[in-house]
């Protein structure tokens, strides 16, 4: 008669069916969700594109921003600025 072995060691193939499938199920899951989002994110950023074209931007004038532009407009551009000169121009 055949010895039989009572120990067997390993997995058996229906045991690696079983886990090979749920990670499939996990990952679909997971892929689905993330396509969902990244679906969501490009419309709210298409729509926040439609909104900024269709509708120009509020811009305020005041005496700081026309002096700076006066001054940017006085001076070589192509020279390097000091930020201190910027100052003393805007506090006059």
């Known amino acids: 008669m055949r ?3 009572t ?3 390993g997995f058996a193939l229906i045991e690696i069916i079983l886990v090979v499938a749920i990670l499939a199920v996990i990952g679909f899951v997971g892929w689905s969700f993330y396509n969902s989002l990244q679906n969501q994110q490009a419309n709210d950023t ?5 909104t900024s074209a269709t509708q ?3 811009v305020e004038t005041s005496d700081d ?3 700076a532009s006066e001054f940017i ?4 551009i192509d020279k390097q600025l000091d930020t ?6 805007l506090s006059e």
């Open 3 to 5: 010895n039989l072995r």
């Open 7 to 9: 120990s067997q060691r």
């Open 46 to 50: 298409s729509t926040t594109e439609q």
């Open 56 to 58: 120009p931007p509020e």
């Open 65 to 67: 921003l026309k002096k």
């Open 73 to 76: 407009t006085k001076t070589d």
């Open 84 to 89: 201190s000169e910027i100052d003393s121009a």
